[in-house]
């Protein structure tokens, strides 16, 4: 099993930075990709960026190409999400999760692990 751990998240003003972390541990290995997703009160959780263990090619949605980065440290187990010029429709419950299908896929039910999750507000 994956074990995922969120943190880096807290309320900032709109325009601002944020760097949530996800630690993982257990069978790292067994995961092919690592991904981001958020939900907002009363909305579906949505993909925001996903990366490969391996290689490192990553997938970042539309709203936030541009201002979110998403990194891995291998040696680390660790993935990293960058939010720069945040928005208020940026904020949400932002998740870290692992997937062992071997495609770098935004689908939701691709990913068998999930962290708790880490608030994100971003007052305008």
């Known amino acids: 099993q994956v074990q995922l751990v969120e943190s880096g998240g807290g309320l900032v003003q709109a325009g601002g930075s944020l760097r949530l972390s996800c630690a993982a541990s257990?069978?790292?290995?067994?995961?092919?990709?690592m991904g981001w997703f958020r939900q907002a009160p009363g909305k579906e959780r949505g993909p925001v960026a996903a990366?490969?263990?391996?290689?490192?090619?990553?997938y970042l949605a539309d709203s936030v190409k541009g201002r979110f980065t998403i990194s891995r440290d291998t040696a680390k187990s660790a993935v990293y999400l960058q939010l720069n010029n945040l928005k208020p429709d940026d904020t949400a419950v932002y998740y870290c999760?692992?997937?062992?299908?071997?495609?770098?896929?935004?689908?939701?039910?691709?990913?068998?692990?999930w962290g708790q999750g880490t608030q994100v507000t971003v007052s305008s």
């Open positions: 999760a692992a997937s062992r299908v071997r495609q770098l896929t935004p689908k939701l039910d691709h990913y068998n692990y």
């Open positions: 257990g069978r790292t290995f067994s995961s092919y990709a």
């Open positions: 990366i490969t263990w391996s290689g490192g090619t990553t």
